[in-house]
Every structure is written in C-alpha cells, then in structure tokens.
C-alpha cells in the first residue's frame, strides 16, 4: 500500500532517518550545524532520532521539552530548504511500557526501537573488550529483540544486528529472525537499514542483504535508512550504498511524517 506524502513536501529528495545532536548523551553536535550540513549536501530532510536510554549514562539525559523547542526554532530557520522530522531512538521499549506510552503521545513523527543493552548492563563493545563468550551475546540480543517487535508501539526496527558493529562477526538462527520478522510484520514494523557499520570498516549495513533477504521472505517491503550520524562529518555517510542495497532488492525506502509511513 502506497501512502500519500500530504502536506506541502515533495516525497523526492534523499532522507538521513537517523541523526543525533547534543540531545542524545554520546553526541556533542548542535542540531543548527547538522542542518547546515545537511544544507550543504543537498538532502531534502533528515530526521533527529534523539535516545531515549535507562542505561546509567542515559538516564535522565533527554529533555523532550527543549528538543522540540530547538526542532520548531529550526524548522522555521530552514523552512523551505530542508525538512526536519522529530523522531526518537528508545532503547530496550519492551523493558520501558510507561515511559513508551508517554513518548507516543508526544508529536513524534517517527519512533525507532534498538536494543543497545541486553547482558549486565554492558554496552557490546564493554562485552567485546571482557572477552565474554560472542554465541551467548547474540543468543540474548537476539531475545531481546523478538521481544520488542512482539512489543511493539514502535515504527521501525533500528540496526537489526548492533552487536556485527563491535564483534565484526554475525551469529544467528534463522528460525529466530523468522520469529522476529513475523512479529515486525503483525505490529506494523518496517526495518531500518543502517549505515554506521560502513564507516567502522565493514562491508556491509546493519543488516546486511542475507538477513534483508529473509526479512523480504517474511513479507517485508519497506526500509529506512540513516547514517546513525552523532558528528556532522557522518550525516548521511553510506546512506548511498545503503540505498542501491534496498533498490537491488526491490526495496522501498520510506520516512516517517506524523508516524505515517510515506514511500520516497
């Protein structure tokens, strides 16, 4: 089903679907310099995809209030020139039901789910770096994640296999990632193609075109995509490459406006 893009914005143009600024704990970057940037580069919008954490660093860092105050200063800054979506990355969702209710009463245009910790309370590059055991990390990641796509509430599944990024390795069953994409399917979750992996000296987005593949097998036909940018130098870095992967599959790139799905 082809949605309408409604409003006043041409559904041309190349989209950054995940960008960070100094709303989220990990990035130093003013959202005004992400939007001059993506000025510069000729993007027709991008969205900003603030965490939303409980991890210790995260608790408590993202103000709601003030995001969407700089993001309407910023709107009618660049009105005419780029569009500026609000969106938000909520980490472990399935963990956090209170805090996701109140979150989708809020005007978001779009709402990502990741899950960034799943073992301890360890990041995965904190399990990399302990050595712990990489089956064990995927087996509990891989849980999670079935959880929040059973979970729902969400738009979009961000960086579908996070741990590949510091593990620079893949482990999974094919049975689970069925499980996975079915629940996607029944609550209305598209996957996200995400292209950090790239700039960290990978050859391949998160994920990658086996597990697209199986995702395109359990009915799967719609994708963003996002650098997954904190700094400005990474707005929209492999988004390209990222994109002639969902097109060679057959693909359909989509953003998010009022948590509608929209085809590019």
């Known amino acids: 089903m082809k949605f309408d893009c409604g409003g006043n914005f041409d559904c041309g143009g190349n989209f950054d679907c995940h960008v960070h600024s100094t709303f989220s704990d990990d990035s130093r970057e003013p959202m005004e310099r992400q939007c001059e940037r ?6 027709a919008g991008l969205c900003f995809t603030e965490h939303l954490g409980f ?11 003030a995001y969407f105050a700089e993001l309407d200063r910023l709107r009618e800054k660049f009105d005419g020139r780029l569009e500026i979506l609000a969106g938000l990355e909520f980490s472990e969702p399935h963990l956090h039901p209170k805090e996701l209710e109140a979150a989708q009463k809020r005007p978001y245009d779009l709402i990502l789910g990741s899950v960034h910790y799943w073992l301890g309370g360890l990041f995965p590059s904190q399990m990399r770096d302990l050595g712990m055991d990489l089956s064990r990390c995927f087996a509990r990641y891989w849980e999670h994640m079935l959880r929040m796509a059973q979970c729902g509430g969400i ?15 893949l482990m999974y069953a094919p049975g689970m990632l069925d ?19 790239l700039r960290k000296g990978l050859d391949e987005p ?49 953003i998010f406006r009022g948590r509608n799905r929209v085809i590019l």
Not at 38 to 43: D, I, S
Not at 55 to 65: E, H, Q, R, S, T
Not at 226 to 249: I, K, N, Y
């Open 155 to 169: 738009d979009c599944a961000a960086h579908l296999d996070f741990p590949k990024r510091y593990f620079r390795s």
């Open 55 to 65: 991890d210790a660093l995260g608790l408590g860092y993202y103000n709601a209030d």
């Open 38 to 43: 993506a000025v510069e580069l000729g993007l």
């Open 179 to 197: 499980e996975i994409f079915n629940a996607m399917t029944k609550n209305n979750i598209v996957l996200e193609i995400n292209a950090s992996s």
């Open 206 to 254: 998160l994920p990658g075109e086996a597990l697209l593949r199986q995702y395109i097998a359990r009915g799967g036909r719609y994708v963003t995509l996002g650098a997954d940018a904190h700094r400005t130098e990474e707005l929209f870095e492999g988004v390209a490459q990222a994109q002639a992967l969902a097109d060679s599959l057959g693909l359909a790139e989509v």
